[in-house]
């Protein structure tokens, strides 16, 4: 299973698997070069990044490599700073769906604040 970002851009610092259901606390690489780029003087992780690292996170409790196949719904509600905000939690629930892969709820977030809630489907690539 190929991650683009995962062990570089991120990293899992923990992972509770079980019935359709993932918990995981990922950190970033606070010095990443994506960083540099978005933004100069003031880093926030792209949404883009925040995608992906959902489909690696499911894709490793999975042992599948997946890809985003619908989004029915992606909202970014406050912007992540790898600085004020180093970590994440990622909760994701699952369940298969035939001709699809999985359909998914999940959502980041640290304490009271929720950054990202996403419901869509991944397939198997």
Known sequence: MSAILLDHFYHIDSLDVSEGKVN???TFERN????????????VVPGVCQTQMLAEVLGRVLGKELQLATAAS??????????????LHLSIT???????????????SQGETV???FKGAFTIS
């Open 94 to 108: 699952y369940v298969p769906a035939e001709d699809i892969g999985y359909q998914v709820s999940a959502q980041y």
């Open 24 to 26: 995981a606390t990922v």
């Open 32 to 43: 990443h070069a994506i960083f540099q780029g978005h933004f100069p003087g003031m880093p």
């Open 115 to 117: 950054f990202f809630k």
């Open 74 to 87: 992606i909202k970014f509600l406050s912007l992540v700073d790898p600085v004020k905000t180093p970590s």
